[in-house]
């Protein structure tokens, strides 16, 4: 963008919209901000607006995503967990070494009902920035508010990988 020209608010989001559009991956707010030359929170508020104009926006800790509900012949399955914060790191590199998608984590909280959080955690890399964002900030994860009992919304290729990641989190003693 050519400084001095604003941007119009639609134009704007028509741009954010066509950068998620062409990333296979998640995009940073702070590089969407950097890419339009406007503030961080201008783009969370843009991203609001088109999540109320019924676009779906995911967004994870590394930046968001654009659900456009491709599934890619997935077949999407919960898994209930429970652990330590210690054995996050190693439950979600089990998970995703068996070439699984974790979506989300969720949480049923006494007063809150339902509390979840996107992930789409593909790849150890992925994982290991989570861990990283999870330790740097000194908080809790949410299964922290259930003693370490929590869901995951994960996306296998097949019947089979799905049975494998059970057994696989079975044998580590991770299964809920």
Known sequence: ????????????RDKILNLLKNKNKAVSGSKLSSELNVSRQVIVGDVALLRASGIHIISTPRGYILNDNKEDNYII????????????EDELNTIVDEGVIVEEVIVEHSIYGQISGNLHLECRRDVKEFINKLNSKE?????????????????CKDEKTYKQVITSLTEKGYLY
């Open 77 to 88: 399955k919960t898994i209930a967990c429970k652990h330590d914060k210690e054995d996050i």
């Open 139 to 155: 908080t809790s994860p949410l299964s922290h508010l259930t003693d370490g009992v929590h869901l995951h919304t994960i996306k």
């Open 1 to 12: 963008m050519k400084r001095g020209i604003k941007m119009t608010g639609s134009d704007r």
